[in-house]
Structure formats: structure tokens, C-alpha cells
């Protein structure tokens, strides 16, 4: 295998091994902005000008960090995407559920209500439709299995039992999720 046939195939194993990449956060006393701008324009980070402040170093780290979590729940083509609202944190590759940061156990049957419902902030979805798409069946029934459903989530996700700031009783008619404002 010659270098240019090499070349593609050890991108893709370093992008295997580096990811996420690393981030480069550079030093120097630099002698203007076209410096600085150079640098990044090459692939750093962040130019911090030397002397060096902790706390400014540190904001960078948090920047980072913050927008790492972020970058997780990235729309990328077919996948499912995350769903942020308010305090709650919905990642359907991952089938986690995160509320107020702490991480929120779920059945199967109560993340796919939930992320049903999320994912159509707004549309009203009557017990039955609930029922037909999370259980797969059709049945009268499944109302209750419904509600009972719907309550344990609001439990689990430390919101009151007539919460309307996440999943909205829609009385007679069924449920939805709280459009945002």
C-alpha cells in the first residue's frame, strides 16, 4: 500500500480512536487578532493570550464540555433526534431520559409514551391512538393502561399528578406535550 492509498484508511482509523477529537487550546503572546485567527483557521480551538488566566482557561473547558453534550443529541440525517425541553432531556438513540440532570429509569412502554408524545410538541393524542402505536394493538382497554402510564411518568420525572408544563391531560380527549413558548 503506497501513502496515497494509505492516507484515507489511517483518517478513518484515527477518527476511529479520536473520537470525539481532542480540542487544541493554544498559548502564546500573540502579536494581534491576525494571529489568533491564523490559528484557528489552522484547527485551534481557542487562543488564549499568554499571561495565562486560570479562570479563563476554565471557561474554555466548560464551553467545551457544554457543547459536547450538546453535540451527543445531533440531528444526523435518518437518526432519531434528542429532545430538549425545559428541564428534560430525551435521547432516543441512547433511550435515556434525563430530568433536572439526574437520569430518569424508564419501562420501554413509558420512554416510548414519552418520546411519542415529545416528539409531537402540541398534537393531541387520544388514549387509543396512544394505546394502537406504543402497544401495537387495538382495545378499549388500553385507556387505562394509558393513564396509568401517563401518571407513573410524572411521577418518575418528580412532576405534580395535573402537571401541565410537560404532558398536558387534554380532558375527554387524551394527551400531548407542552408546546414551547
Known sequence: MDTDDARPFLAKVMDRF???????????????????????????????????????????????????????CVRTGSLLPCIAYKELLIDPLRRTVRMRGEAISLTPKEF?????????????????????????????????????HISSLRQKLGLHPKDNEYIQTVFKVGYRFAESS
Not at 494571529?35 to 479562570?55: K, N, T
Not at 409514551?113 to 416528539?119: E, Q, S
Open 18 to 72: 479520536l473520537y470525539p477529537p481532542p480540542y487544541i487550546i493554544l498559548t502564546s503572546a500573540f502579536s494581534g487578532s491576525t494571529d489568533r485567527a491564523d490559528m484557528l483557521d489552522q484547527g485551534a480551538d481557542a487562543c488564549v493570550e499568554l499571561p495565562v488566566d486560570l479562570s479563563e482557561i476554565l471557561a474554555i473547558l466548560n464551553a467545551v464540555m457544554r457543547r459536547e453534550g450538546r453535540l451527543r
Open 112 to 148: 416510548d409514551l414519552l418520546y411519542l408524545l415529545a416528539n409531537s410538541p402540541g398534537i393531541v393524542f387520544s388514549k387509543e391512538q396512544i394505546y394502537s402505536h406504543i402497544w401495537k394493538a387495538q382495545g378499549e382497554l388500553g385507556g387505562n393502561s394509558v393513564s396509568d
